[in-house]
């Protein structure tokens, strides 16, 4: 399979070589794979550990640890919106990430060294450093593909199927470290991970060539004062962001208001930028707005899987005997979903690689997506049914429907990425994928509501009455997920349109 494209005619030529590859994925994609698959572990290594360390080791109650955990999230995915502007007007790609990386591991170091003393420093460089981060290594891969080329989301799908293997791999091996040898190791393999990490991204950009250098410098020029003073100021703004986020994520009272405001500037700065795009570029960031506000939406739900579901898991469910071992259902629900991504997202990959050209639009994929969101929905909401009188459930019943939703996710997040790509011009890649991650964070943000919405509010309910709360909320949640495929099938054509072209 090659990929001889009529715009390589005015591309650089080096450019044009990587774009023109042969087979199924790109050379470059296997070093960003693994860029990403080492920052994914660092970032839920530290996840992972978070509210238990901060109910064990800071003294705290668990629904404070929560709110903290939800804000953490929150403004996370919150700073890709800053990484990747300052990634398009000023630092490039590689710069972007190499200085998130940094910072990253910095976060990490600094909470190792003491980690009771130092939890929040080092949380909120955490925060920035992936704000630089993880926007621009998935804006990258974009850049390897030609507009038009079938085997974009392919490409997406094997991408993210290395971000869960860096998930699974976190989330097991830096908390094990932390509960069974002391917090401060996990904190030191996040952050020796990170570092290694970069050191395979820095291995990678020599066959990136052209791509990913600041907008700002002239390839082989050295940068002008003015430039420099830009690039200097950016590393000095972030560092000097940090008192900031530490008192956003110390407080989270703060949260609701920083959420009610950053949201909608957000936006209206991401429409005025729009309408000063030309006519056809327009259409397309229409089109990628009205994806990723249903994106909040598949979010909101999907991501029940870091609240109430645990809840349902930790209290209304037995281990599963998975013969070689016993897991318990908190563990199915912590890791099963990165293990179906890992295996599943390339084979169903390779089924768009199969399907070329016949393969449905990405909107259609969306839909299809919210479509398994929704069997899995009603498969949780089954969870009511199958339950006993002392309110115990089907662990089998539940791995299932994790499976359901991985495949809705899988139909949906890395076309995501994917779609972002192929509709915003390139000079707004940055900007773009910080636009789908802010989705995340609001989507969070939904989702905490929502499970709260959710949970009993009597005291002295029995654990049946409080599974069968989860158990109705889940079956509206369902419904929701139908309405949105829906919706987004009507929608197809329209965005087709808007694209001029199948999107
Ligand atoms: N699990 C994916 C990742 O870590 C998706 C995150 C998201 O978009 N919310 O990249």
Redesign the pocket.
């Known amino acids: 399979m090659t990929s001889e494209n009529p715009q390589a005619a005015d591309l650089d030529p080096r450019l044009a070589a990587i774009r023109n590859f042969e087979g199924k994925y790109p050379r470059q994609l296997w070093g960003l794979f693994l860029s990403e698959m080492w920052e994914?572990f660092c970032?839920?290594g530290m996840r992972g550990a978070l509210t238990v360390f901060m109910i064990s080791q800071l003294g705290m109650l668990e629904k404070e640890a929560n709110l903290r955990y939800g804000a953490i999230q929150a403004f996370v995915?919150t700073m890709t919106f800053v990484g990747g502007f300052f990634a398009d007007q000023i630092l490039g790609f590689r710069r972007s990430i190499a200085w998130g990386g940094l910072l990253m591991a910095a976060g990490s170091f600094t909470i190792a060294a003491s980690p009771q003393d130092y939890f929040w420093i080092g949380t909120s460089i955490s925060i920035i450093g992936t704000g630089f981060f993880?926007p621009n290594i998935s804006g990258i891969v974009g850049h390897l593909y030609h507009d038009g080329d079938t085997r974009r989301d392919a490409g997406f799908s094997l991408f993210?199927s290395g971000?869960?293997i860096g998930?699974f791999l976190g989330g097991l091996i830096c908390v094990g470290l932390g509960k069974n040898y002391g917090w401060h190791w996990t904190f030191v393999s996040t952050g020796v991970v990170m570092l290694f990490g970069l050191f395979v991204f820095g291995l990678t950009a020599r066959g990136l060539e052209p791509l990913g250098h600041s907008p700002l410098i002239q390839e082989g020029q050295r940068p002008s004062t003015a430039t420099r003073i830009k690039l200097i100021s950016v590393y000095v703004g972030s560092l000097a962001m940090i008192p900031l986020i530490r008192l956003l994520v110390e407080k989270s009272e703060y949260t609701d208001p920083f959420m009610w405001t950053v949201g909608p500037l957000v936006l209206v700065y991401f429409i005025i930028t729009m309408l000063r795009c030309p006519r056809e570029e327009l259409r397309k960031l229409v089109a990628a707005l009205v994806l990723i506000l249903f994106s909040i939406a598949f979010?909101g739900i999907y991501e029940q899987s870091g609240g109430s579901l645990a809840i349902v898991a930790e209290n209304h469910l037995p281990p599963a005997d998975l013969i070689v071992a016993e897991v318990d259902a908190l563990g199915i629900n912590n890791s099963s979903n990165a293990l179906f991504v890992i295996v599943f997202s390339p084979l169903v990959g390779l089924i768009w690689l199969f399907m070329g050209k016949r393969q449905p639009s990405d909107t259609s994929k969306f839909a299809i997506g919210f479509f398994f969101l929704a069997a899995a929905y009603y498969l949780f909401q089954g969870l009511g049914g199958a339950a006993d009188a002392n309110g115990m459930s089907s662990i089998a019943l539940f791995t299932f429907a994790y499976f359901v939703v991985t495949i809705g996710e899988i139909c949906l997040?890395p076309i995501g990425l994917s779609a972002m790509t192929k509709l915003a011009p390139r000079r707004m890649y940055g900007i773009i994928m910080g636009m789908?991650?802010l989705a995340?964070a609001y989507?969070q943000y939904v989702a905490g509501l929502l499970g709260a919405s959710m949970a009993t509010e009597k005291a002295e309910a029995t654990p049946y009455e409080k599974l069968m709360g989860y158990a109705d909320g889940y079956g509206q949640l369902a419904f929701y997920s139908l309405i949105c495929g829906v919706a987004l099938l009507l929608l197809a054509p329209v965005l087709n349109r808007l694209a001029h072209g199948k999107i």
């Open positions: 994914r970032f839920y995915y993880k993210y971000i869960n998930a979010w997040s789908w991650f995340s989507g």
